[in-house]
């Protein structure tokens, strides 16, 4: 899988799971740490281990293995490191204060949206 649908199949995930402000930022741009990031937003620490185990589980589903990851003591953020694509889940406040998107500010940013239709608009 490359890294570019990797980083979909993971947008996807975080929508499941109701991540908000979902990002992908792509590094290799301008660093070789990896080729992207996908940062987003939760609004509890449970919902950000929520987020994160179930990418986590999902992936290994398919055969994608995990090779590391750090936060699961305070849960503010959680990284998960795919080698070629590194996810953050951020509690807002988390989020806020660390700011990825400006640190990382000369690289290309994406906003993705939740493509899955709600469940009233379906009907």
């Known amino acids: 899988m490359t890294s570019k649908n990797l980083v979909k199949k993971i947008t996807g995930l975080i929508f499941e799971k109701k991540g ?3 990002k992908s930022i792509e590094i290799k741009k301008v660093s070789t740490l990896t080729d992207y990031f996908v940062v987003c937003s939760a609004d509890s620490d449970t919902q950000v281990k929520a987020i994160a185990d179930y ?3 999902k992936l290994k589903d398919e055969g994608i293995r995990l090779w590391h990851k750090e936060g ?3 849960l503010n953020w ?3 490191d ?6 953050h889940v951020f509690k807002k406040e988390a989020r806020l204060f660390y700011n990825l998107e400006k640190l990382w500010g000369d690289a ?4 993705h949206r939740d493509t899955v239709p709600k ?3 379906a009907v």
């Open 72 to 74: 699961y003591r305070a």
């Open 108 to 111: 290309p940013v994406v906003q």
């Open 119 to 121: 469940a009233e608009e």
């Open 78 to 80: 959680v990284l998960l």
């Open 55 to 57: 990418i986590e589980d």
């Open 82 to 87: 795919y080698v070629d694509v590194v996810v």
């Open 20 to 22: 908000t402000d979902v």
